[in-house]
T-cell receptor, first 112, second 113 residues
Framework: AQSVTQLGSHVSVSEGALVLLRCNYS??????LFWYVQYPNQGLQLLLKYTSAATLVKGINGFEAEFKKSETSFHLTKPSAHMSDAAEYFCAVSDQTNNLFFGTGTRLTVIP | EPEVTQTPSHQVTQMGQEVILRCVPISNHLYFYWYRQILGQKVEFLVSFYNNEISEKSEIFDDQFSVERPDGSNFTLKIRSTKLEDSAMYFC???????????FGAGTRLSVL
């Protein structure tokens, strides 16, 4: 069975500070891993995707995530937070059936 | 940029009533999905649909739920007799193919009173 756990339902960072959103996965097969972002009143938008190629994945808006098999982690980072990064972030894992299994989400607040 | 459109954005209904949530997937996509998120909980997979039939469904997707692609553009989720616990945000998604990126709509918030 596939699942993800997101540590921290709320994260606050100052503008310009490092963003670190944590995600750990559980999968019985080599996983596909995703980070989605949801801005207020909008749909889930794909930030980045890991599909067993490079372990460091770069996404949109300066975000990146590193797949660490030994730690079963896929944490999302951004070196310098911007006010426009304030949103809800979802980690997800996909199994062989192509269905997505999401975490509970982390709400990121950026403090000016 | 093409997008998945969901209507209405908010649906309020009485317990026991039928509701239909509507989605217009991206036009060249072939795979369609419904997910839901109960407030404060995970986004959960409900059902996937391909070639006019259900590909897979979760335990949540019981006999009260059904999906349909009535006219080649809309993709609908019907809840036959709503329960209080059906209150949630329902997301529609579509993709070009299996293993490819799923594009999501903004969701429909269903409130069952």
């Amino acid at each position: 069975a596939q699942s993800v756990t997101q540590l921290g339902s709320h994260v606050s960072v100052s503008e310009g500070a490092l963003v670190l959103l944590r995600c750990n996965y559980s999968s019985s097969v080599p996983p596909y891993l995703f980070w989605y972002v949801q801005y207020p009143n909008q749909g889930l938008q794909l930030l980045l995707k890991y599909t067993s190629a490079a372990t460091l994945v770069k996404g949109i808006n300066g975000f990146e995530a590193e797949f660490k098999k030994s730690e079963t982690s896929f944490h999302l980072t951004k070196p310098s937070a911007h006010m426009s990064d304030a949103a809800e972030y979802f980690c997800a894992v996909s199994d062989q059936t192509n269905n997505l299994f999401f975490g509970t989400g982390t709400r990121l607040t950026v403090i000016p | 940029e093409p997008e998945v459109t969901q209507t209405p954005s908010h649906q309020v209904t009485q317990m026991g009533q039928e509701v239909i949530l509507r989605c217009v997937p991206i036009s060249n996509h072939l795979y369609f999905y419904w997910y839901r998120q109960i407030l404060g909980q995970k986004v959960e997979f409900l059902v996937s649909f391909y070639n006019n039939e259900i590909s897979e469904k979760s335990e949540i997707f019981d006999d009260q739920f059904s999906v349909e692609r009535p006219d080649g553009s809309n993709f609908t989720l019907k809840i036959r007799s709503t329960k209080l616990e059906d209150s949630a945000m329902y997301f529609c998604a579509s993709s070009e193919g299996p293993g490819l990126i799923q594009y999501f709509g903004a969701g429909t918030r269903l409130s069952v009173l």
